[in-house]
């Protein structure tokens, strides 16, 4: 195996590790209005991701990173093609960011509750956006012969891609359902089950669909296998979370977002982005690399601080391990306006 196919099984780990973690985070973003009946839940729900959301998302950071080092005209065709909804997204990433710092510094009703719509919708607009970029990515665009993405904003948005965000958002909100019965105690941890089954038969008529849609396109024997995992998974975290195994559900939920993401690379795999326009423009995994000294450079410093991340991050999930629930909220915040919802 040459270095650069080894730098694109990188790449594809490190977006299949964000979105397995960002993913949960997505969804209990989109749970805050879904699930949660008012603001002492929301809090709840907010706080299961607390402390780790911001950690989720160094993923991305290494994944972007990692991509403009190793293949740099897949990064450049990529990030000036696809560049209005990955600005929407990188938007939507600040505003939420902003807006988990910001809602608990006054105890306002309407400046509360506008960060919380804040979480809401920069949650679920990213959760529909990834699975259009990435639906894209592995369908092909219009690239031409000098490498540029040649086709409109409008031409992002055709059936296949819609249905890949679709595809995201209901796996995301899932896995994040999921996380909230694992995270959680009380009434807010049965209606969490309760929303995680009818997500995960939302999802599972989706993602058969787009999945299938994949393989029937450019699928591969390998592309399949993940394919057969991925449905496998969540078939079995539906059946966990029936019996109430929060932590085999989860497992579940995100071995189905792993083989998913795999499947799409392994699709993708010898390209980076085929071209809709001529096959012989597609970008693919030699012609897109950086030169071998790159790749052997990044490949040393990939070795030394990859494990330095995965130890520290995982000694954060190990810390706040713990469940909580309404009852761990802070007093005042239970003395809610009547009207609140």
């Known amino acids: 195996m040459h270095l650069h196919d080894v730098w694109f099984v990188l790449i594809a780990v490190l977006w299949t590790g964000y979105f397995f973690l960002e993913g949960f985070d997505f969804g209990i973003g989109v749970l805050t209005r879904l699930l949660a009946r008012d603001r002492a839940e929301r809090r709840v729900l907010i706080n299961t991701i607390g402390p780790v959301w911001d950690g989720n998302e ?17 990064y450049a065709t990529l990030f000036s093609g696809f560049y209005l909804p990955l600005l929407a997204i990188l938007v939507c990433l600040i505003v939420r960011g902003v807006a988990f710092e910001y809602r608990h510094k006054r105890g306002e009703e309407r400046w509360q509750r506008g960060w919380e719509l804040a979480i809401f919708w920069t949650s ?36 296949y891609a819609l249905l890949g965000g679709l595809v995201t958002l209901a796996l995301f909100t899932f896995h994040g359902a999921v996380f909230a019965a694992l995270k959680t105690v009380g009434e807010i941890r049965g209606r969490a089950r309760a929303m995680a089954r009818w997500l995960g038969l939302v999802t599972a008529v989706l993602a058969v669909a787009f999945l299938g849609w994949t393989q029937a396109h450019q699928g591969t024997g390998w592309s399949l296998v993940a394919f057969a ?24 939920s995100g071995l189905t977002v792993v083989a998913a993401v795999a499947m799409l690379f392994l699709a993708l795999f010898p390209n980076v982005m085929p ?59 239970h003395a809610l306006p009547a009207a609140e919802a």
């Open 58 to 74: 160094v993923w991305l950071l290494t994944a972007a990173g990692g991509t403009f080092a190793a293949f740099p005209d897949w």
């Open 124 to 159: 679920l607009l990213p959760a529909f956006l990834w699975g259009v970029v990435f639906a894209n990515i592995v369908h092909g665009v219009a690239i031409d012969q000098q490498k540029n993405y040649v086709g409109s904003v409008g031409d992002l948005f055709k059936p």
């Open 229 to 252: 995992v991925a449905v496998l998974a969540l078939l079995g975290a539906l059946v966990a979370n029936q019996l109430a195994r929060e932590g085999w559900a989860f497992s579940l």
């Open 275 to 333: 071209s809709t326009l001529n096959p012989a423009y597609s970008l693919t995994v030699s012609g897109a690399a950086s030169s071998a000294y790159t790749l052997k450079v990044m490949s040393v410093v990939a070795a030394v601080f990859t494990p330095l991340v995965l130890l520290y991050q995982g000694w954060t999930y190990w810390v706040f391990r713990k469940r909580i629930g309404v009852q761990h909220i802070p007093a005042a915040d």
